[in-house]
């Protein structure tokens, strides 16, 4: 016990510069006119958008985007074992209501309606940002609790790169990366494979049982690989085309609750594939993106064999009107089909889907930045209403170093029933009415910059949002679950976080804190007796995290402490999942040859070998290790 708080103390000395935050100071937009020509973002004004830092996603390349989001955001996952899916939780809301988007299109299942984190690794993507609160307006169906945005590698360099990574650690796990790029004045590109094996054969304490024995799982073995793919050729000075490919199959065992004898397995194969063209003209910057994707999911029990297919096609049309520093409008369509073949359904399914927005930035002076955005989406029996959004960032102090904010942001938000709400045999329901939200935010954010040498924000926010007809699975007066509009859920919070750069000398320190308070509960309830006034099941009330780091010289140390409290793992708070506290670390070493880089970690996850459950009765490991080799030219 002694050893366990000594580490949980060193941890958070190193990450203690609570105001030594993890990005770039280029992530921070000074002037509030230094913004356009980038993501979709710029139009979030007064809304939350954190970006995970590049130093972090290379030294954890070989983990999920789980992974990253949990040690680096206070998000929280709701994971159903090591080899289980993953899905993510914004503000009070669930996985179904956070919109995950690759390369600013919606990759989320139209069967089920959300992402499995857990097949998303990393080392597939060059940058990950979410953007907390309702953001229909900008990115469609589905963002109603926020936003996972992630998008392609992009090779900056000159001629050829290599990046080959190995890594093997605790529970019979290995990772092998490898990707190779080439640049020039007109073309780059860059492809990469990675390759995943896990036996997972961790020891833990059976809940479940008399005594509760120490217990080795058996039944959670995972195999995953896949490749990326991405290209951009300069065809015109003023034209552009792009092409992306992402492949990834999952094979996996999962694992069972405790005390359960039920063995399954999971097949999972995603083929997604964009191109795309870009083009500048006097009319301003227009983009035209094709995309074409396929989900594939074979779930294997005792006496199941369920195969769902589904393919998606998309298209995405916007023009973007540019006026010197002071404005910019966005205005597009996106178009969507899907095609799916589910064992669950009578038949196939089809369904067309459209959808026009505009989504305007104006920057009336340099301390006031305003965001006006809106989205009207047609789907065949469910026409959600339109969903606008409004947001301000204003900086109304400013005194040498110091810089204050104020920032605000009302926005709609709605989720249309998902394929297996409604066509489900026996128990899909065609009469759902789409969700509908409002969400409302108000903030604080100060900065305080010294030069190229130190870079301080705090922030602060509060939020209050109202979902209508929530829709939920429940048992009718028969016995049998269906998708009903259960509900009216109120959720409303506080969100405190402070990050910090600093360079002292050869020493650069960063780090992060982050907290939440989150209150999410029944407001109405439309159908049976409902729990009125109670912390919704799996929705921790407090969430927390610490993250430092320092480098030196060739040297780095990463860290972070996350906090999760108590959930209640029913509707009614008679049951509950006791908090928990991860502590995980980080040690880089850096060898130069040439232009050659060879970068050797060894990483502990569960430093202190918590006992934990992120859900009931699935068990989760203890301490485990990691040893990484990387190779990188130049």
């Not at 789980?66 to 080899?83: E, I, M, N």
């Not at 190995?166 to 004045?185: H, L, P, T, V, W």
């Not at 789907?379 to 204050?404: C, I, R, S």
């Not at 301080?456 to 007066?477: F, G, R, S």
């Amino acid at each position: 016990m002694a050893i366990r708080i000594v580490l949980v103390f060193v941890l958070v000395i190193l990450a203690l510069p609570v105001a030594w935050a993890q990005q770039d100071t280029a992530a921070y937009q000074l002037q509030g006119i230094a913004v356009f020509g980038k993501p979709t973002e710029v139009y979030a004004a007064g809304s939350r958008v954190t970006t995970i830092d590049s130093s972090y996603l290379q030294t954890y390349a070989g983990s999920s985007l789980a992974d990253a989001l949990q040690a680096r955001t206070p998000v929280y996952f709701k994971t159903y074992g090591v080899s289980g899916l993953s899905s993510v939780a914004f503000r009070g809301t669930n996985a179904s209501q956070t919109a995950v988007l690759w390369n600013g299109l919606n990759i989320g299942l139209p069967t089920l309606g959300q992402s499995d984190f857990s097949t998303l690794p990393l080392s597939g993507f060059g940058n990950v940002a979410v953007q907390a609160g309702s953001a229909a307006a900008t990115y469609g169906n589905g963002a109603i609790g926020g936003a996972v945005l992630l998008n392609p590698y992009t090779y900056t360099g000159k001629g050829i790169g290599l990046d080959l990574l190995q890594e093997a650690g605790s529970f019979g796990r290995y990772f092998s990366n490898g990707r190779i790029s080439f640049g020039n004045d007109k073309l780059k590109v860059s492809a990469g494979a990675y390759l995943k094996k896990a036996e997972n054969n961790f020891t833990y304490r059976d809940l479940s049982k008399r005594g509760k024995p120490e217990t080795t799982e058996k039944h959670a073995a995972q195999q995953q690989y896949g490749f990326t793919q991405d290209l951009d050729y300069q065809l015109l000075p003023t034209t552009k085309v792009s092409l992306h490919s992402w492949y990834t199959q999952a094979d996996r065992e999962l694992q069972p609750a405790m005390g359960s004898a039920t063995i399954a397995g999971q097949l999972d194969k995603n083929l997604r594939l964009i191109t795309q063209l870009q083009h500048q003209s006097n009319y301003g910057e227009t983009v035209v993106k094709l995309a074409y994707f396929n989900d594939y999911l074979n779930y294997k029990g005792a006496d199941t064999n369920s195969v769902a297919n589904v393919n998606t096609y998309q298209l995405q049309a916007e023009q973007t009107f540019t006026k010197g520093q002071n404005w910019s409008l966005r205005g597009g369509v996106n178009l969507q089909h899907f095609t799916a073949e589910n064992d669950g359904y009578a038949g196939t399914k089809q369904e067309n889907r459209a959808a026009a927005f505009a989504l305007f930035r104006y920057d009336p002076t340099p301390t006031l930045d305003l965001s006006l955005n809106l989205r009207q989406t047609f789907v065949e029996n469910y026409n959600p209403a339109p969903t606008p959004a409004f947001g301000f960032n204003w900086k109304f102090y400013q005194h040498n170093q110091q810089h204050l904010y104020l920032k605000g942001n009302v926005s709609g938000s709605y989720r249309v029933p998902t394929l297996n709400d409604r066509f489900w045999a026996g128990a899909g329901n065609p009469n759902l009415r789409p969700e509908q939200g409002w969400s409302y935010e108000a903030g604080l954010r100060h900065l305080f910059i010294v030069g190229n040498t130190l870079l301080l924000e705090t922030e602060a926010t509060a939020y209050h949002m109202l979902v209508d007809d929530w829709i939920q699975w429940a048992p009718d007066a028969t016995d049998r679950w269906r998708p009903v509009n259960l509900q009216k859920v109120r959720a409303m919070g506080v969100e405190l976080s402070q990050q910090l750069t600093a360079t002292i000398g050869n020493y650069k320190l960063t780090g992060s804190a982050g907290y939440t308070y989150t209150s999410s509960e029944q407001a109405e309830v439309y159908e049976g007796t409902g729990d009125k006034g109670k912390q919704l099941m799996y929705v921790p009330l407090y969430k927390g995290i610490v993250a430092g780091g320092i480098a030196y010289k060739n040297w780095q140390l990463h860290t972070d402490l996350n906090y999760t409290g108590l959930r209640y793992t029913n509707n009614s708070e008679s049951r509950l999942l006791d908090g928990f506290i991860l502590a995980n670390a980080a040690l880089s070493s850096q060898l130069l040859l040439d232009k050659s880089r060879f970068i050797l970690t060894l990483r502990s996850d569960n430093l202190t070998n918590e006992v934990y459950q992120t859900m009931a009765y699935r068990a989760m490991p203890g301490r485990s290790y990691t040893f990484s080799l990387r190779f990188l030219i130049p």
